[in-house]
């Protein structure tokens, strides 16, 4: 039934005697959350403790390790040498002993001893092969190298590593300094930067983002219901991922990633339901002053979910399906990353359609408790929010313009964006792997933490050592190591000439690749990389474009109005462009580096593209489901498209300007701390989230509402009949 409303300052609102509609699917659930409110606290308390007894364990459960290229040949080349060449592959751990006199120094010996005990007492180091005069001794003699072999997976290594880099360093003195380095250390070294910075991001940003959710919500009580949805997502979602991680590799950034969405998605979904219920209960009380208040915050709750609770629903399933297009890359961590922040959405997105309304209802009139004092009890339609609807719809070529040619100016630069897996510098200068990087290309060359591994069929290795020899871009080349099991392979190792994040490092590999034979696999940790951002790369297109795909068709069915899903998803494009846009200019060439204290790499660290792209459009796509839901509520209602733009920035407007502005706040505060990584996280996020918000959200998507007009909700016939029939309106 449909009401017309020609008083757009003031909400539609059903006759008195107008019995209320029966509540759909998610009221009848809210419903039930409600009546049952001890069942569904127990049920989550019961989720809670129960997986949460797991969470302490998370740090420790989770890996450090699976930034690779499953099936890649640089991994193929790892597999065997920790099978056929007693763990020397690129997971072995090497000791580094640089001093102010000869190694042959009969303390600097002692050292180098007890450096290598301290190695072979943990089981997951296979062999110690002890510095080789020609080979892992420098040519001025004051520096050592010893290999401590892989006797176990890469993320045990990496576990490794997080054990034995404090024992060794503590063998330093006396002018004599030992470091571990190699690929397993700088995981180490750079999860445990990483994850630093993110407490201290975190800690940084919980004022904040309390302050905004205190006037956000407008009451004290209110604003503690994210944290309720966010504590409950996280503690089963942490508890699930330690349970997880003992089937299969989880990376610990996971867990990071996991928190963040979980908070930012806990308020938002939070946000979005409390304004509704006030709204509803203050509603139904004018229809009836006369209801009990217990049924009344009842029947609130119903109405609250068969309109926001149907937003939040397809908000959700846009965020699960945006991240699921990452699981096309085939790479654990990017698989496991994703798959955890997934997880605790699920968690939140479970809360917040089963718990939350239970609390709302056993709430009632107590959600506006110590509220501030300019707060409107059932305040739900934005005056501000409307008069700025009523002037875009007056100007929509003015505002529209403004914010296209904006968003255009700051996507412009990403044409000239480059990418690669992150170099050494990311680390603190004092880290056990910068430090033995930076003493064996001291001793060794530039090119020598890069080292390469060839593996050849040993009749062919003679051959082959001469082919690598007299390639360009290779320092020298080591006499071939055939295997010792007689498997009938030999390694080759070699040195490049360039440091291992230089571009032309990627150039030798393909010419080796390219001259030698078929059968001969070229690998080593620098390589590792390399195939990695290659296969980031060749996957991006296909990531971005099922994301949009799918983001398209959740749209089409939850709206079932294809022109304004299309023009919603592709909106969505330009806040992405803008916000890398500006990550080129920052974090490639470098303006404002002084002020956010990095050094710039030249590039963007390579899983920037893939992960960002898909965590930016899951959060745009939950701001675009909140304001075309309410449009589509409005234009059902009343059938009016003016109504439907100036109605949905006028009810979803300030809940997406504050839900931004937690967002922007905790994101920003990543750039602040902490090594470059989490700079980039926090900028490119902070920036999307901002320009989204601000330009699209607000601007640019209820100008298209405004230019397209009723066509914005036209089903085609044929469409019509295939869909299924989903309503946002509630009468």
């Known amino acids: 039934m449909k009401h017309p409303d020609t008083t757009l300052g003031r909400p539609a609102t059903t006759a008195p005697s107008d019995p209320p509609p029966p509540p759909g699917l998610l009221g009848r659930l809210g419903t039930w959350s ?41 991994v193929k080349v790892r597999q065997i040498a920790e099978q056929h060449f007693a ?48 080979a892992t001794i420098a040519q001025d003699g004051r520096t050592a190298v010893l290999l401590a072999g892989a006797n ?16 060794l360093n503590d063998l330093s003195g006396d002018g004599i300094d030992v470091h571990a380095t190699g690929a397993s250390v700088l995981w180490s070294d750079f999860n445990k930067a990483n994850h630093d910075a993110m407490m201290k991001s975190e800690i940084m940003s919980w004022p904040v983002t309390l302050a905004i959710l205190v006037l956000a919500f ?58 509704r219920f006030r709204s509803a209960r203050a509603a139904a009380a004018r229809r009836n002053p006369a209801q009990d208040s217990r049924l009344s915050s009842t029947a609130a709750v ?13 908000s959700g399933a846009t965020v699960l399906v945006s991240l699921s297009a990452v699981m096309l890359v085939p790479s654990p961590a990017f698989r496991s990353m994703a798959g955890g922040i997934m997880l605790a959405v699920l968690f939140v997105l479970a809360a917040t359609l089963t718990l939350l309304p239970a609390v709302l209802g056993r709430l009632g009139h107590r959600v506006d408790a110590l509220a501030l004092p300019w707060v409107k009890s059932g305040e739900h339609r934005s005056p501000r929010f409307a008069a700025w609807g009523e002037r875009l719809w007056k100007h929509p070529l003015r505002y529209g313009a403004l914010a296209l040619a904006a968003l255009i100016a700051l996507a412009a630069p990403v044409l000239g964006l480059r990418t690669a897996m992150p170099s050494i510098a990311v680390l603190p200068e004092d880290a056990s792997a910068r430090a033995g990087y930076t003493a064996v290309q001291q001793a060794f060359g530039p090119g020598a933490p890069g080292t390469l591994q ?83 790369t060749e996957k991006t297109p296909l990531v971005i474009g099922v994301v949009m795909g799918l983001g398209f068709l959740l749209l089409l069915v939850a709206l079932r109005a294809p022109l304004i899903a299309a023009l919603g998803t592709a909106a969505s494009l330009l806040s992405t462009g ?53 449009a589509k509520e409005h234009y059902e209602r009343t059938g009016d498209p003016r109504e439907a733009m100036v109605g949905a920035l006028a009810h979803s407007g300030r809940v997406i300007f504050a839900a931004a502005g937690v967002m922007v706040a905790v994101f920003f505060t990543f750039a602040l701390s902490g090594p470059l990584p989490p700079k980039e996280m926090g900028i490119v996020l902070g920036v999307a989230v901002l320009l989204d918000a601000a330009l699209v ?21 044929w469409l019509d009949r295939v869909l299924p029939k989903i309503s946002f309106s509630h009468d």
């Not at 176990?152 to 490794?160: E, G, K, L, T």
């Not at 390639?471 to 360039?498: E, L």
């Not at 916000?579 to 899983?607: I, S, Y």
């Open 34 to 74: 409600v009546r049952h409110f001890k069942a569904v606290l127990a049920g989550w308390l019961l989720v809670v403790v129960g997986l949460g007894a797991f969470a302490p364990q998370v740090t420790s459960a989770l890996s450090g390790a699976g930034w690779q290229a499953d099936g890649s040949e640089s």
């Open 87 to 134: 763990g020397n592959a690129s997971s072995a751990l090497q000791i580094v002993v640089a001093a102010d006199r000869p190694v042959t120094e009969p303390d600097v010996q002692r050292v180098i001893t007890r450096a290598g005990e301290i190695a072979a007492a943990d089981p997951r180091v296979s062999t110690v092969v002890a510095p080789q005069p020609g």
């Open 152 to 167: 176990a997976s890469p993320d045990d290594m990496v576990r490794a590593a997080d054990d034995l880099k404090g024992p």
């Open 218 to 275: 407008g009451s004290l009580v209110a604003a503690g219901l994210p944290l309720l949805l966010t504590m409950a997502g996280l503690a089963a979602s942490a508890g699930s991922l330690v349970l997880i991680s003992h089937l299969f590799p989880v990376s610990v950034w996971a867990m990071n990633f996991a928190m963040m969405f979980a908070l930012a998605l806990g308020i938002d979904y939070a946000l979005f339901l409390v304004v």
């Open 302 to 314: 119903a109405e609250t979910m068969d309109t926001a609770g149907k937003a939040v629903l397809l």
């Open 454 to 536: 060839i593996l050849t069929p040993t009749e062919g290795a003679a051959d082959v050592s001469a082919g690598i020899a007299a390639t360009p871009g290779i320092a020298g080349v080591m006499p071939a190591q055939p295997a010792a099991d007689g498997s009938g392979w030999s390694m080759v190792q070699a040195v490049p000439t360039v440091d291992p994040s230089s571009p032309d490092l990627g150039r030798t590999v393909d010419a080796l690749r390219a001259d030698l034979p078929s059968d001969t696999l070229v690998g080593g940790a620098a390589v590792e990389n390399l195939d990695l951002q290659h296969l980031l």
């Open 578 to 630: 803008a916000a890398f846009g500006v990550a080129r200019l920052v974090f490639q060439d470098g303006h404002g580096a002084g002020l956010l204290g990095f050094t710039p790499q030249g590039f963007l660290d390579g899983w920037a593209p893939v992960f960002f792209f898909a965590m930016i459009f899951a959060i745009a796509m939950d701001y675009t489901v909140f304001l075309l839901a309410s």
């Open 697 to 717: 959200r607000l601007v640019l998507l209820p100008v298209l509402l405004r230019l397209t007009g009723a066509a914005a909700w036209r089903t085609p016939a």
